[in-house]
C-alpha cells in the first residue's frame, strides 16, 4: 500500500526566503507526482506534475523534483512572498488509474 | 474554460439522513475522483468514475457510492449518514483521453458537509 509522507508539517519563513519541502513515498512505482497548493476551506490547485520518466519540472519561482528509485521528491520556492502562504500537498498516482495517494501536507507561512 | 463544479458548496444534515453531491468535471474530461478531506486523516481516495465506470474504489463503507453520466457529470451519495461523515468533499476530473495517466489532475472547490 503506498503511503506519503510530508516533511515539515509546518514551516514559517520570513519574506524572501528560499525554502524546499519535502515528500517521501513507499512504492517507487509511480505514473507520476503532482504537488497542489490548498488555501483554507478552498479546494487545490495543481501546481506542478512530473511525470515518472522526468527529473524534475519549473514554474516561475517552483521547482519540482522527483527522485523515483528513493522515493523522494522536493518543491523548491524562491524568494518566497506572503501570498505563498497555504498548505502543500504533495501525491503520487499508481497504475491503472488516476487515483492520487496524498500526504498530510506541509503548512507553510511567510512573515512579511 | 470552465473549471471543474460542484454543488452544492455546503450542506448540514443530521444523523441517519443521506445525501447527494453533484460534480460537473472540465469540458472533454472523462475521468471523476472523488476524495474526503478530514483534519484528522487528510484526504482519502474515495472512488473514480473513467467513462461511466468505476474503475477504482477506496476504503470506504458501502454507504457511500457514486455514478457517473454520460455527460461525465458525476455524483456521489451518503447514505445513513454518521458524525464522522463531516467532511470536505473534493472532486477532480482529468483524462481528455490522449495523455493517458500523465494529466494533471484538476479540483473542484469541494463541498462542505456537516453532520448534526
Known amino acids: 500500500k503506498q503511503e506519503v509522507t510530508q516533511i515539515p508539517a509546518a514551516l514559517s519563513v520570513p519574506e524572501g526566503e528560499n525554502l524546499v519541502l519535502n515528500c517521501s513515498f513507499t512504492d517507487s512505482a509511480i505514473y507520476n507526482l503532482q504537488w497542489f497548493r490548498q488555501d483554507p476551506g478552498k479546494g487545490l490547485t495543481s501546481l506542478l506534475l512530473?511525470?515518472?520518466?522526468?527529473r524534475e519540472q519549473t514554474s516561475g519561482r517552483l521547482n519540482a523534483s522527483l527522485d523515483k528509485s528513493s522515493g523522494r521528491s522536493t518543491l523548491y520556492i524562491a524568494a518566497s512572498q506572503p501570498g505563498d502562504s497555504a498548505t502543500y500537498l504533495c501525491?503520487?498516482?499508481?497504475?491503472?488509474?488516476?487515483?492520487?495517494?496524498f500526504g498530510k501536507g506541509t503548512k507553510l507561512s511567510v512573515i512579511p | 474554460k470552465a473549471g471543474v463544479t460542484q454543488t452544492p458548496r455546503y450542506l448540514i444534515k443530521t444523523r441517519g439522513q443521506q445525501v447527494t453531491l453533484s460534480c460537473s468535471p472540465i469540458?472533454?474530461?472523462?475521468?471523476v475522483s472523488w476524495y474526503q478531506q478530514t483534519p484528522g486523516q487528510g484526504l482519502q481516495f474515495l472512488f473514480e468514475y473513467f467513462s461511466e465506470t468505476q474503475r477504482n474504489k477506496g476504503n470506504f463503507p458501502g454507504r457511500f457510492s457514486g455514478r457517473q453520466f454520460s455527460n461525465s457529470r458525476s455524483e456521489m451519495n451518503v447514505s445513513t449518514l454518521e458524525l464522522g461523515d463531516s467532511a470536505l468533499y473534493l472532486c477532480?476530473?482529468?483524462?481528455?483521453?490522449?495523455?493517458?495517466?500523465?494529466?494533471?489532475?484538476?479540483f473542484g472547490p469541494g463541498t462542505r458537509l456537516t453532520v448534526l
Open positions: 512530473i511525470q515518472s520518466s522526468q
Open positions: 501525491a503520487v498516482s499508481g497504475a491503472g488509474s488516476y487515483q492520487l495517494t
Open positions: 469540458s472533454g474530461h472523462r475521468s
Open positions: 477532480a476530473s482529468s483524462g481528455t483521453g490522449t495523455r493517458g495517466l500523465f494529466d494533471t489532475q484538476y
